[in-house]
């Protein structure tokens, strides 16, 4: 069934990486909560930490909109989902407009997103020794695809008020909704993965108020808002009715400040096809929740390795755990959780829980970065064999070895970048770790897959 969501939306785009989309957002998000709006916000791509941010701000969890990964039905349903209950919806794009997972179509990009919401577009401009050359970058991103509505900038990094005002008499292509000035007092820290996560302790509420003080001052933020009033309505498909639950059971959701990575989008798949999601902390706590399967999300575990180490309750926990044949998934720094030690770029190892056997060594270069594409060898707690979906790399670290002996590989995973294939999913037994951030839209199946493992083993053990 089609229906139309009405909902205010603009997307905030780059005109490259590094313009400054992330301190925009977040004085815009500060600025708009301030004036008592509910805002929806939305990150496009495979970001987890740019998210974190909106979340401090909004108080509602920041969904991922990208178009490859999720597909266009994937992410419709998602911002409808999302977006329910909010005055605004503001979309931060993914490095520049048009950039996304090929260099021929937009695929991927922030445009895609725009063009699927029919959403207006803000051009964010590094404007730093910038004047009548802005028309110029204004004028290309207007004209260069038809169907995708840049309609206003934002000037960022401007010099002085003057500044600004020489760009607002140079450009006519666009509307001129305001800019920043430069603040290097107002830097967020960031480290090897990108910016630090926006935790209290790390990022103190004076840098948040600080970018929404200068939003306020310097952009017509109701300029604004007419324009993401001017969005009309969006059809949508709506579902005929909601997923048939695979049974109730309880999934450990491991978090913490070493384990924190999860679209929300997965999160939500798995309860409603029938989990309960139950928090623990592999770092603070002793033991494990009563839980039926675990899910351990990517991270920082070479940040906080000691303190994983310290915690052996904790690491004995998850062998157990594993040794009973309840169903254990884990991404990236999950992975590196379950395997003998983790190595640091200094040598130093630190044990971790050993159920799979091989080592985690960090490096100083990217090891892998990019959009996979994976179909599963073998049934899995994931669910049959041939199930297809996508995800995300973004990696420092590397198995020593690279194809430990004593496991079974349950994923071919094709490289989009370069279409190479490579065996992993390293499974033993119930336990399937891959380096893979996998976003369950792309194939909700992965999620009931994963229920209807937990639930099938909760009923075994109440058998016995």
Known sequence: MIETLSIPRIVIAGAASGVGKTSVMVGLLGALQQRGLKVAAFKCGPDYLDPTYHARLTGRASYNLDGWMMGRAGVLSTFTHAAAGADLALIEGVMGLFDGASATDDSGSTAEIARWLAAPVVLLLDASGLARTAEAVAYGFKHFAADVPVAGMICNRLGSRGHLDLI??????????????????LAFPSRHLGLRTADRETIPETLLQGWARLTENWVDL????????????????????????AGHCRIGIARDA???????????????????????????????????????????????????QANASMRQAIRDFGASGRPIYAECGGLMYLTEAIVRRDGTSFAM??????RCRMFDKLQALGYVEVQTRAPSILGQAQLYFRGHQFRYSAMEPAQPTGIDYHYTVRRRRDGHNVAEG???????????????????????????????????????
């Open 168 to 185: 607002r008499q140079a450009v006519r292509s666009l509307t001129v909704l305001g800019g920043l000035p430069q603040e290097n007092g």
């Open 222 to 245: 109701e300029a604004l808002l007419a324009l993401a009033r001017s969005a009309g309505p969006l059809p949508v498909a709506l579902a005929s009715a909601a997923p048939t639950a």
């Open 258 to 308: 070493a384990f924190h990575f999860y679209y929300p989008e997965n999160l939500r798949l798995l309860e409603q096809f029938g989990a309960t999601l139950v928090n623990f902390s592999p770092l603070a706590d002793a033991c494990l929740p009563a839980v039926d399967a675990l899910y351990l999300g990517g991270g920082y575990p070479e940040e906080f390795a000691g303190e994983l």
């Open 353 to 358: 829980t050993g159920l799979i056997p091989s």
């Open 426 to 464: 390293y499974a033993r037994h119930n336990v399937l770790g891959s380096y893979i951030h996998a976003h369950f839209a792309s194939n909700p199946e992965m999620a009931r897959g994963l229920v209807t493992t937990a639930v099938h083993g909760c009923e075994a053990k109440r058998q016995k």
